[in-house]
């Protein structure tokens, strides 16, 4: 690493951040045990991919056989950057200092992190050491918002069941439950969807957000047509492709609007296709299709031009298509680099891309998409690290900044465009 | 940057290139003041998509309202290597010191670039500054070429109208009074294209060139099908979809043969699509889909053996697609990097490929694609730093060839391939 | 280069490496001639794209005439990475010391290839110096295996006939000449594939191969609209398009079904479109797009989740695909660099984009393609290279391996996996 990226790097660490997406659950946010860190869908999914039958970590299994079972597994992913994400919050978050986590020596990790666990408030102290000044949840749209620490925490609406699900009864029932009133038409439900916004806009919410799958195209709804497939569920009848897809449109519209009335983000997150591979271990189902474009999405960027939409993407190949359109759309902001995309092979030269196209005040750096506080510092870091690489080899040494403009650059996308656009 | 790189890129500005396209208006080539640089589309687009309201630079407003306006919104597109060919324009161009255009400044820059406006054949000087030997044009179809300066700049006709709008009675009014008989049929239309080429080649023309979507697929022409929707059109009805590709198809093999009978390049520019955002800034409303592939193109490269087709793509999923077809086809030839993805970012991976795999004569390396010529140096000197980047990392520092060697192949991209291909 | 990567670079040219896919002919398996070089198609392809008639190669003329018309067109490609393959083998293999080929100095070279070519085994040295322990074969179905020095050949079984020419009588003929029963329906056509498999096996092939079009889907076959189509074929009809997808998905299952039965992988070459430039040289008439999508072959992957399918595409913007689909199927394992993307500058994003994300024990690091064994020797030296450095780079460089992890992945993707994953 040349000295200018060295400084660079020391000073991105210090910036402290902004986290706007996570599945840290409000009640249980940090790690109680190795399992809370080893059970991360990365670890379980990329062992079973080099071979670890997926029946092997069945929750029916006790922790101590499934810790053992995942650690003999570790040398086959070493390579992979998930593994130094857990070598990282090993030695960060715990003091563990071996290099490799083995058969001999995870017992000692393990007692560290119950140890630690039992702190109060350790995950206060994990997001401090983090360098993460608030983390966004990703809630249940009926989730009691009540008990979340706000001091740390930002809500955040997920509405994928709202908008693929409205033909289940169950969730029309929690979602009536919630609103305080009967779901019998696409009337009602735009209605409890502004409700569930005011609900969480009343807890600080952050934004709404959602994961759609790379063939959705979110046009102008038919609301009758809309009405009539909800008419169809509503009589417990299952809704034809076209009726479910005209039900969904017509969801995702009234989330939309619920976002411009009270002058939310919506967060989209688009390229995933659910439960590609049923067999695989949980949370590892899930994969993407490079096909589709945003040019899809063109037309609601266009109707809602107040909505900020911050925009992510699950294949590399739609991330050009991105940083054009948040170039020429006030309202299309990228924000961070999804999953799959993750990594600084894709991190890189998509960061590249957008600061050399896209308006800087509207990029959103980075977030953690965590399961587990302990996550942030890695997940971060290895962000930080890609940032100062980028802004010392393609903008600092051809001289498009100096330090201190770099320095501005990486402060607005970790900190203060978040801070602006979520209105933290 | 190392020494061989540094030595690499004091080369290549030494060679004197040729830019194959650019939409310098020959009457007025050069700026004759600040707004003819600060209200170039980049600049205007990139300053809306990060917030100022389109009607801010409403053409009713003063040059200085504007000029304010657009000054104090610079910082939040300073990252961007756009924002880098306006400081580096200012500098190398008008002498301008400072860092940053700012209120307290401008005025001094703004002084400078009417001084200089004022000057007798200011475009020759800037083109001499900048090494550039000669600039395509992209001429309207009915442009009168007798007033252009041909010691600078080469004539083009561009065929958008012609292939696209054909069923517009203004357009066919104006092919006519052009092509001095009726447009009464599709061989009428052969017949007037080929009188445009004529005039055209009379002039010193370059080439034809052309914009198009990223669905449109240039098969062998229904002739018959073509002939039925210009009756449509003559009668004053509309088209219908099908009626208008078919319509379209068949004058873009117009154009195609009159490419093969008067022995000139055809252009192709392939993806964009027009109007995504219709309520951007002026030049600031079109965009691009990834979907699409040259596959749709091969027809065409087959039917048209003894036509150069220089190409290029605006989306970079694209590119890989247009290095292989060049590797394979002799007629095709990749050209420079469009508009989205005349950046750095994009540029060097796409050289690099292309310079790996695709004969090195074959290779058009950059246009400018500007507006005025003071753009012609910033975004030459940026190509040829991407340029010295490529060649001294990717081919001599692994030993694929020696520095003697790179210049030679930046020779061939800058200068000699589009001398020999276009016949300059 | 840096020294950690020269010393990582001289310790990965001492992995003796398998090599699992080439078309080397086992009775003639290295150059005899210099025209067994530069016949290679991807200099008379490069060449006629150049501008050489492909008529100039015509096998109808004489070798010496053929070598001085490529030889004139050598520095029209000598940018090109497949030249610098052509001078590496000329330097490392016949010491040839000139730094290019010249219609000056081609006759030294010539003698010292004609030398060699005579020389006992030669092809063994030629490996041994190429630090290759096995070259991979790919065999036609009803080729006789008996001659192959297995030794240093192993064979595999190329399925492409069956899958794609299974209504043409000659390829039936050849089938059941070679099965022992005639070919009357499907089960017969599944009972000759595993006869064809059960005696490839006995010769100890490493597994099936085929190369796909973009938009090939291959779903669960549909037995009886495959017999239907069959029945067609059998009565000399044409098939319909969808009759002959019918028949292609169907005999694709049933090689899928012998790997399983033989426990043998199956190689998936994916991406290829046939005969785009019929007018090209011999080897160079193939394209691809693309379009497609690797989620078309999620069922297949699911449907035989004990057969490793060793993929490859052809598209880099399938690249990401191939990566997660690895990341999560247990039975996708990417291998190589294929054919238009075998060239440094999309093997090292695709190679770092792997290294981070996919279990490194199911990488398959390379493989030549080769025709001539003499193409092993650059081909690999190149793949070895871009390996050294994105280890160093990527990998040591920031810390996340030391030295001897990063060769023991190296050794794992150049050795340890293609031995333990095709059973050599």
Chains 1, 2, 3 share one sequence.
Request: hydrophobic share 45%; glycine share 6%; charged share 25%.
């Amino acid at each position: 690493m040349s000295d200018l990226e060295s400084r660079l790097l020391d000073a991105i660490l210090g910036i402290q951040a902004i986290d706007c997406h996570s599945h840290v659950p409000p009640e249980s946010p940090h790690a109680q045990s190795l399992w809370d860190l080893l059970g991360y869908h990365y670890y379980t999914e990329l062992a079973h991919s080099a071979g670890m039958p997926a029946e092997s970590v069945d929750p029916g299994r006790s922790e101590g056989v499934r810790i053992t079972e995942m650690v003999s597994r570790l040398d086959s992913i070493s390579n992979t950057v998930q593994h130094s994400w857990l070598m990282e919050a090993a030695r960060d978050l715990f003091g563990f200092r071996a290099e490799r986590l083995t058969a001999q020596n995870w017992q000692e990790l393990a007692k560290q992190v119950a140890d630690a666990g039992r702190q109060k408030d350790r995950y206060k102290a994990v997001l401090a050491k983090s360098n993460l000044e608030k983390v966004f949840l990703t809630n249940r749209f009926d989730e009691d918002l009540a008990g979340v620490d706000r001091s740390v925490f930002v809500p955040c609406l997920r509405t994928d069941d709202l908008v693929f699900q409205l033909a289940d009864p169950e969730v029309r029932r929690r979602l009536a439950a919630k609103a305080g009133a009967e779901i019998t038409s696409t009337d009602s439900v735009r209605k409890a969807v502004q409700e569930l916004m005011r609900y969480f806009v009343q807890y600080s919410a952050g934004s709404a957000a959602i994961s759609l799958p790379p063939a959705f195209s979110p046009g102008a709804p038919d609301e009758a047509a809309a009405g009539r497939a909800m008419a169809q569920a509503l009589k417990g009848k299952d809704l034809a492709a076209d009726e479910a897809d005209a039900l969904a449109v017509f969801a995702f519209d009234a989330v939309a609007g619920a976002c411009r009335q009270f002058q939310k983000p919506f967060q989209l997150m688009i390229g995933v296709i659910r439960n590609v591979y049923p067999a695989g271990v949980s949370g590892g189902r899930d994969l993407l299709s490079k096909q589709g474009s945003l040019a899809a999405y063109a037309d609601l960027f266009r109707r809602y031009p107040d909505v900020d939409f911050t925009v992510s993407v699950l294949s590399p190949t739609w991330a050009h298509e991105l940083a054009t359109f948040a170039w020429i759309f006030p309202n299309v902001k990228p924000s961070g680099h999804w999953w799959y995309t993750n990594v600084p092979a894709h991190i890189e030269p998509d960061l590249r891309a957008r600061l050399e196209a896209v308006p800087q005040v509207k990029l959103v750096g980075y977030y953690s998409d965590m399961y587990k506080v302990e996550f942030g510092l890695p997940k971060f870091n290895m962000y930080r690290r890609c940032l100062a690489r980028v802004l010392a080899r393609e903008f600092v040494e051809p001289g498009r900044m100096n330090e201190s403009q770099a320095l501005e650059t990486a402060r607005l996308l970790l900190r203060e465009n978040p801070k602006r656009i979520f209105g933290v």
